[in-house]
């Protein structure tokens, strides 16, 4: 799995919920994690088919990771209403690597928790013939959620959240990987 730090904001809240979200997925059987942090990646926004060896050098450190994941969690802030332009950038740079493949969304930002990027992200990722689930993990505002270590000050319902989303994505893995197996999907 991949799990996908989108937003590369100075003073990003993030790393934070980032933290709190792996802890959840080590401890969910079945995983092995790979972080793909989008402050980390420097793709230029204008795409295109001969990229140069500089680009070619950023998208060695996300492609590999996206294309051996068998799923993805998209941790997504909410910028505008919507998700953040890194974001989008690193989708648009990738097909294959989406295809056929669950993605879940953890979602953090104000009073809408994120959850209007969330629902920008569900048309875009299935245009890339992605699987989103519905089980989603939102943070509503986030900052006052957690404390000064990262911990979540009062963890049931988000921590709930966590399981149902991590068993149905694991779910989707599973079942889409053993129909790949079967018969390969083809765009």
């Known amino acids: 799995m991949a799990v996908v730090v989108g937003s590369n904001r100075e003073g990003r809240f993030g790393p934070v919920v980032a933290a709190w979200l792996l802890r959840h997925v080590r401890d969910h059987a079945g995983f092995e994690v790979d972080v793909v942090d989008l402050a980390d990646v420097d793709l230029p926004t204008s795409l295109s ?6 680009t070619r050098a ?17 941790l997504t802030p909410e910028y505008n209403h919507s998700y953040p332009a890194p974001l989008k950038n690193v989708i648009d740079w990738h097909g294959p690597e989406w295809h056929a493949k669950p993605v879940a969304f953890v979602s953090y930002g104000g009073l809408s928790g994120g959850l209007r990027a969330v629902e920008h992200l569900r048309p875009v990722l299935a245009e890339l013939h992605a699987v989103t689930i519905r089980e989603t993990v939102s943070f509503h505002n986030a900052g006052a959620l957690f404390d000064e270590d990262g911990a979540h000050r009062d963890p049931e319902a988000a921590d709930a959240a966590a399981k149902a989303m991590l068993d149905q994505l694991a779910w989707w893995a599973w079942a889409l990987r053993a129909a790949k197996r079967v018969r390969p999907y083809e765009s």
């Not at 088919?49 to 500089?54: A, I, T």
């Not at 950023?58 to 998209?74: G, S, W």
């Open 58 to 74: 950023e998208l060695a450190k996300v492609t590999p990771k996206l294309a051996a994941a068998d799923a993805f969690i998209v």
């Open 49 to 54: 088919y001969r990229p140069s060896e500089s």
